[in-house]
């Protein structure tokens, strides 16, 4: 840690606010703070160490005490510390606890202690979470600080003062060499208990040396003589029993060694043949593709992460039906010159709600006029087969291309509120559902377009949502389907992100394709 600047306010005998840059020091590798007794001198050391860590250089200086008695009400007690830690620049602020005299009035009012540090556009706030970073980043703490950077006034004179039986116990709380202390008698005791342990061997040895068996080749030991040996002699004994087994070992290393070779030698030919096998190509190359993938970190995950919903989302929206068919993707051209083909506002109309709704083509049957209400379509059980109701969202021009249609129609006399929106030969009866199929085949033709059913209206609405980043639950919620198993009953949308769905639409469906 190396200091760069510090700013010090109505601390310990600074009445005002002092500045001390340290960098106009230059580059040199040491420096010397001077002074007479009573200047200032250990005040900056201890507003270095209570910057860092909220605590003075010596323990014979409580913090509570830092405020200046010098200092004005108006000055606010506080210290400021610029610093350079591994090539990184940082800057603390803190303040302690304090009690001033109030401005107004008699008594006086408590100041609570407070810290931040900034750092990489960070800025960390509160004496608690400032403690844990300060040692995060210095590897210390303040206990330690003192005892390896600085050694306080106040310590040193209790060295100088102390007895000569005192000043080791001084040192050692100084240095904390306590521990090395507990390891030696740790140290102590073991050895006590391992004296203890041998001599019980060794009784051991006397009472049961009898019941040896030695192997041929070995000297015997008879009983009668085994209280005239020493230790010595029948370890040396054993140590010729264990250098049998040893050579014995070895001799079955050596066999073991070989087998390990010869299933070497196999798994080699294994390998090579299977170096031959395409299969094991193949997952290789899948593996170096993998690890490039990896490479691009973030941005490649997001994507992953994106198109996998993606998959999730178009795979659980598809009928069972039609799970194995190719769904066309209507894009925005294609439509402009689709709906430019057909020959009646209401065919045109029907299309455009389809495009830009996502509704099933059931659904948009049932359409009533009462069913259209706030900029949007209310959707009830009656026009599908599960039993839940959501509401659907429409664009501004398409909410007003409703509006003016509806009028047109309310022109006849037995128009109703009731009246489908999409009628057949009266307004009391559904437009048929091969009407719909039929005109939808012939202007594709007409346009030389791909064929595509009704549903892939649906399907191009659910990928436009998809690409403007819309949640799984937000689109199950938005087309009424049991794509998601999180949920069995569907919630009605929330008006503000019915209000962001509206925005996704007037931005991407094509506009002033129908008059009316």
Known sequence: ???????????????????????????????????????????????????????????????????????????????????????????????????????????????????????????????????????????????????????????????????????????????????????????????????????????????????????????????????????????????????????????????????????????????????????????????????????????????EILIQKSQEIINKILPKEDKKKEYVILDPKDFVTFINSLDTIKMKLLFRTLYSTGLRITELRNLKWTNFKKQSFFINKVMKSENSNRIVPIDNELNLLLKQFKKLCAQEDSFTNDSYIFFGKHFNKMIPQYLIRTTLEKHLDLCHLKRMTPHDFRHTYVSMLIHEGYDDTSIAELIGDSVLTVRTVYAHMLPSRRKDVMVVLDKSIPKNLISI
């Open 1 to 303: 840690m190396k200091p760069l600047k510090i700013k010090i306010s109505a601390f310990g005998p600074y009445k005002n606010c002092i500045d001390i840059d340290f960098e106009m020091l230059g580059e040199s590798g040491i420096f010397l703070i001077t002074g007479d007794t009573g200047a200032g001198k250990t005040t900056i050391f201890d507003s270095i160490s209570f910057a860092l860590f909220g605590e003075v250089s010596g323990s014979n200086r409580p913090v509570p005490s830092v405020r200046s008695d010098f200092a004005d009400n108006d000055t606010e007690t506080f210290v400021e510390l610029e610093f350079t830690h591994k090539n990184k620049k940082y800057k603390i602020r803190r303040n302690p606890a304090y009690e001033r005299t109030k401005k107004r009035g008699e008594g006086t009012t408590k100041t609570s202690a407070d810290a931040s540090l900034e750092y990489d556009d960070k800025v960390i706030s509160g004496t608690k979470n400032v403690d844990i970073k300060i040692e995060e980043i210095l590897g210390i703490n303040s206990k330690q600080f003192k005892q390896i950077s600085m050694l306080a006034q106040g310590e040193f004179l209790k060295i100088l003062f102390a007895e000569s039986k005192d000043r080791t116990e001084i040192f050692r709380r100084i240095f904390d060499t306590d521990i090395y202390n507990q390891i030696a008698k740790r140290l102590a005791d073991k050895t006590r208990i391992a004296k203890a342990e041998l001599e019980q061997l060794k009784d051991y040895f006397a009472i049961n040396s009898s019941n040896i068996v030695w192997k041929d080749g070995i000297q015997s030991v008879q009983p009668k003589d085994v209280n005239e040996l020493f230790i010595q002699e029948i370890l040396e004994k054993l140590q010729q029993e264990i250098k049998i087994n040893s050579e014995q070992f070895e001799k079955c290393q050596e066999q073991i060694s070989k087998q390990s070779d010869e299933n070497s030698k196999m798994e080699k030919e294994i390998t090579a043949q299977k170096d031959k096998n395409d299969k094991i190509d193949r997952c290789q190359k899948l593996q170096e593709e993998q690890k490039v993938l990896q490479e691009k970190q973030e941005d490649i995950k997001q994507k």
